[in-house]
């Protein structure tokens, strides 16, 4: 039996949700129009899956807006579901990432946030609360922003410790706690910053995005600044796996959902030039855990491809076998239902696409 698949696409514009339970899409949307998607989780730890959408309103600024319907309605809270305490003298930019929690803690859900700093949610995403352990490490007034802002973009909850989160940023690198976020410690060793005299400094690295595999959680992938590089104990040194790859620049970093050695990447030429090399549209996956690469291009644009897909524009769903998804800054999404051998496109022409998030329902 075919399933069907849930496609949250976040845009400049606003949310725009696909559905597919055979050969073809069904777009529907914009829902929040004219707001800034960056963020969208899809979090099936319910019996039926709550949406959560990160959106930002040129008026009203950012918030976060739940469904419980699959989008046929949304809610907000009667006051700001995620604000920074007086206290810290700080205005939320907005939200970047939105990650539920272990399967068997339901109502905790993660925020990343611009400026750097997490957020945690004990009723399911509605409402929010500072993570102090992070706000007040002590390198936090050395953090700098890296071309996109200042913002925690990665958050990784452990899938079975409740006490275990690891998150990334731009600038500062990879930091990992294992108190529930009372503490965190800076995880970047063996991850170079060649624009930093020291190249290899405690922390500073310009990280895109980090990935967990769910099966083995002491793996960890990472997506830099130049840079790719995988982590076999717990996010603690980090070794590089760019050999292979066009490029070593890029953004997104997915794990494939059953296989701890199968991830997903979308390189591009250089950050001075952010378009794939050729301008060749071109996913690459690795099977052996970044030891050998292999270009995906059945159903891709061959060439005039001069866009680029963002950090978190590029998901995989949990079906068998695995789905994978992309979208572009140019507005195209493309889909692949046999975990990259083959794609096929969603949809063309909608906004900047900021976020991708897909689940089988």
Known sequence: MT???????????????????????????????MTDVYAVAIDTRRDTPRLLAAVTSEHWGPSVSVSDDLGET?????????????????????????????????????????????????????????????????????????????????????????????????????Y?????????????????????????????QCVHKIAQHPDRPERFFAQNHHGVYRSDDGAHTWKSIADGLPSDFGFPMVVHPHRPDTIYTFPLTADAMRFPPDGRCRVYRSDDAGATWTALTNGLPEEGFWTAVMRDAMCADDADPAGVYFGSRSGEVYASRDEGESWTLVAAHLPDVLSVRAAVI
């Not at 698949?5 to 914009?30: H, M, Q, Y």
């Not at 503490?183 to 020291?198: C, H, Q, R, V």
């Open 74 to 174: 949304w809610s907000e809270s009667d006051h700001a579901p995620v604000a920074f305490p007086e206290d810290t003298d700080t205005a939320l930019e907005r939200v970047w990432q939105l990650a539920p929690g272990p399967r068997d803690e339901p109502d905790l859900v993660y925020a990343g946030v611009e400026p750097s700093a997490l957020f945690k949610s004990t009723d399911g995403g509605k409402n929010y609360e500072l993570v102090r352990g992070l706000w007040d490490h002590p390198h936090r007034e050395k953090w700098t922003p890296g071309f996109g802002g200042m913002a925690v973009h990665s958050v990784i909850p452990h899938p079975t410790d409740p006490s275990r989160v690891t998150v990334a940023m731009s600038t500062g690198g990879v």
């Open 3 to 33: 399933q069907k698949v849930l496609l949250a696409i976040g845009t400049r514009k606003g949310l725009f949700l696909a559905t597919n339970s055979g050969a073809d899409w069904e777009v529907t949307g914009p829902q929040h129009p």
């Open 176 to 204: 990992v706690s294992t108190d529930g976020g009372e503490s965190f410690t800076a995880s970047n060793e063996g991850i170079k910053a060649y624009f930093l005299p020291d190249p290899f400094p405690e922390f500073g």
